[in-house]
């Protein structure tokens, strides 16, 4: 499961389409720290984007920022970041 999905995730030319491809596979994609987090909640399979072999730094220099809300909390300006 994890080479086809590094494999989408490899090829996709935009966020939206590595958006599509890794929740049309089962997977709900999280911010973290430095990465976005890949569960599939029903297999119990993890990974961070980072994983595919694409390390995360190259993908946003590939894909460009990723939506607000999978934005990695250290690309989070600390005015932009809130108290819960």
Known sequence: MEREVFEKIRK???WDKL???????GFNL????EDV???NFKT???FFLGDSGHYFPFLVERLGLPPDNLLPKKYVHPADQHIH
């Open 19 to 25: 958006i599509l491809d890794v929740t049309e596979l």
């Open 44 to 46: 119990r399979r993890m």
């Open 12 to 14: 996709a030319k935009s």
């Open 30 to 33: 999280f911010p973290a720290v």
């Open 37 to 39: 987090f890949a569960v």
